[in-house]
């Protein structure tokens, strides 16, 4: 309770509504949830968690319930959520985790003190590798682990940034937690351990632009200036490397963050992706749309192509068509443009074989010829204007129609 009220009056002034808790998936579950209220009601609290972590109602709620509510008030305070969420992480198996760490486990225990667990393990000091573990009264949110040594000694420790089930699984394979309160039967917590998820922080161009201004960049770690920042304090949320956070822990009281001097609640394992000025994604993207550009060029080419082959066939198929009545002759002054051809033979036999065919559809034929005939005195007077000397030879025609006519009327 004690802890409690300096976490919402801290120096004296309230600031529940504006406490930070820790986890971030805790964080947000809470303030989707609550809001900025700081105590709640368990039942209400109680529906909000069953909505994202299934647990039964009865027994289980119950000792859910006793676990939470360090207070016994009836209520859950955002210090106790944070407290158990710290606990009993990570957020995602958080259910899961209170089960077989806190429920079936041999070895916990609640509320015990620092003394009272030297006395509890002086029953096995002939059993080295007992050990037993509870909630540590003077740093909250964390645990702490005493053991039986091989040398018959009794010691507690606090893991520093570590899961209580990633603690005992290491701490079994080195041989120091072997016996859970001395019994011989060690519970398997593999199926609990899963491989830390490194947080990504991804760089923005105004902290990359702001770094290159002092000659670094913002993954390099400010304390050793060595190594690149791979651990976020919680709540706080800066950064730094691990050996540097385990030299200052060591050197200090190691309570606090070096930056802020905020209180460390716990670290998470973070990877900062370095800042991308986006040319080289530019250029691949570039050469995609190239590449494609290209594509459609090749396919707008050869729809070209086929449109032409088209129309040349069509072309070809039209132009003895509309010789189906052999036009007059050209004068011999007009020198007419010949459609391309495989050969000349193949020409005279078309016009052969169209002549053939106008005769025996003369009787259809007669509205062509006339159709033909039109076409015919608008090609002559288009290759007229076209030809050198036509103006001469026009007056020349003139001339001779003009003087036969003059014969005439005398």
Not at 221 to 249: F, S, V, Y
Not at 366 to 384: E, P, V
Request: proline fraction near 5%; charge should be negative; charged fraction near 25%.
């Amino acid at each position: 309770m004690l802890g409690e009220l300096r976490a919402m009056f801290p120096g004296g002034i309230f600031q529940g509504d504006s406490y930070r808790v820790t986890k971030p998936e805790a964080k947000e579950f809470w303030m989707r949830s609550f809001g900025n209220k700081c105590v709640v009601q368990w039942i209400r609290f109680k529906e909000q968690l069953r909505s994202v972590h299934a647990f039964e109602e009865g027994m289980e709620s119950m000792a859910l319930k006793s676990t939470i509510d360090l207070t016994c008030n009836n209520h859950i305070s955002v210090f106790e959520f944070d407290i158990f969420t710290r606990l009993f992480q990570p957020w995602r198996s958080l259910i899961r985790n209170w089960n077989q760490l806190a429920v079936t486990h041999p070895g916990y225990m609640a509320f015990l003190t620092y003394d009272q667990v030297i006395a509890r393990l002086e029953h096995h000091l002939h059993q080295p590798g007992s050990y037993i573990f509870r909630l540590s009264c003077t740093r909250m949110g964390q645990w702490a682990i005493g053991h039986v040594t091989s040398k018959g000694a009794i010691v507690q420790t606090i893991p520093q940034n570590t899961p209580l089930y990633e603690a005992l699984v290491q701490g079994f394979m080195g041989g120091c937690y072997l016996y859970p309160d001395g019994r011989d039967v060690n519970p398997d917590l593999t199926n609990v351990f899963e491989p830390a998820q490194r947080g990504k922080v991804k760089v923005t161009e105004e902290q990359y632009e702001l770094y290159c201004d002092i000659g670094s960049t913002f993954q390099l770690c400010k304390i050793c200036a060595e190594r690149d920042k791979d651990t976020r304090i919680q709540p706080c949320g800066h950064l730094l490397c691990q050996p540097c956070l385990k030299g200052w822990q060591q050197k200090s009281a190691g309570h606090t963050c070096p930056y802020c001097r905020c209180d460390i609640r716990g670290t998470e394992s973070i990877l900062v992706e370095p800042y991308r000025s986006g040319r080289g994604q530019w250029e691949e993207e570039e050469g995609e749309d190239e590449q494609e550009e290209d594509d459609h060029e090749d396919i707008e080419l050869m729809l070209k192509e086929m449109a032409a082959t088209r129309k040349f066939s069509h072309l070809d198929f039209e132009v003895p068509m509309s010789h189906l009545s052999a036009p007059p002759l050209l004068p011999k002054t007009l020198t007419t443009a010949r459609c391309p051809s495989p050969s000349r033979q193949t020409e005279t036999s078309e016009t052969d074989t169209l002549d053939q065919h106008s005769r025996s559809q003369a009787g259809s034929g007669n509205g062509a010829r006339r159709r033909h005939t039109q076409q015919t005195h608008r090609l002559d007077s288009m290759a007229r204007t076209l030809q050198p000397g036509h103006t001469e030879t026009k007056t020349r025609r003139e001339g001779g129609i003009e003087s036969g006519a003059q014969r005439r009327q005398t």
